[in-house]
């Protein structure tokens, strides 16, 4: 029975001094109310009477700042315009060199080029070879009014020994070289103008036919 008493004394003045720091307590939190603060009293008597659990405590998260990153641009490269580009070469030259002027005969008024020269204006020829005299000079006649030989430079065209004209009445002919179409040297008359051919001697008109050649130059000067 002691014992039993005992147990219910402690028990009773356990409640008792709960009871008396209840009331300590809402005094204080009515006190705090009135003066919007919380005395050391009531913070007391709420941590006494709230329950003591570790695992609901929240620990303060370390704050963390992420550093800024400035992402600088790369320089841009410089570009240089390239020049333009050069003008093509001219094209080579195609044009021929003209070749030097023939040099003139000694003796003759033709060039030093001339197989055979004839003088119009003086009613002379000669046989040349190299621009030198080898057969000359020797008289001629040559075309008359209407028939006119003409000057220039030509070449031997072909040769006829016993030629007889087809234009007038088969007139002899004889020791024919043409270099122009249908005049010719040939052996003729000295005192009467021919048809436009150059007349020789039967002797001079012998030596030009043996001598002139198919592609030499004859040269007929006014």
């Not at 620990?59 to 490269?77: F, N, S």
Request: charged share 10%; hydrophobic share 35%; proline share 15%.
């Amino acid at each position: 029975m002691e014992h039993a008493r005992g147990l219910a004394v402690r028990v009773i003045y356990k409640a008792a001094v709960a009871l008396t720091a209840v009331a300590i307590g809402a005094s204080a939190f009515a006190a705090d109310q009135e003066i919007g603060t919380t005395s050391p009293a009531a913070a007391a008597a709420e941590r006494a009477l709230a329950p003591s659990d570790p695992t609901t405590s929240t620990a303060p998260r370390p704050t963390t700042t992420q550093p800024t990153t400035t992402t600088a641009l790369a320089p841009q490269p410089r570009i240089t315009p390239l020049p333009p580009p050069p003008p093509p070469p001219p094209p080579p030259t195609t044009t021929k060199p003209k070749p030097p002027a023939p040099k003139p005969s000694v003796g003759t008024p033709c060039n030093s080029t001339a197989r055979a020269c004839v003088d119009l204006s003086a009613n002379l020829s000669w046989l040349l070879q190299g621009g030198q005299v080898i057969y000359g000079p020797v008289p001629i006649t040559h075309g008359r009014p209407g028939w006119p030989t003409p000057a220039g430079t030509f070449r031997v065209q072909w040769k006829d020994i016993d030629h007889k004209s087809s234009l007038f009445d088969d007139a002899p002919m004889p020791y024919s070289v043409f270099f122009n179409g249908g005049i010719a040297f040939h052996a003729g008359s000295l005192t009467v103008q021919s048809h436009g051919c150059i007349h020789l001697s039967t002797t001079a008109a012998r030596t030009y036919y043996n001598t002139l050649q198919v592609g030499n130059i004859v040269q007929v000067v006014p």
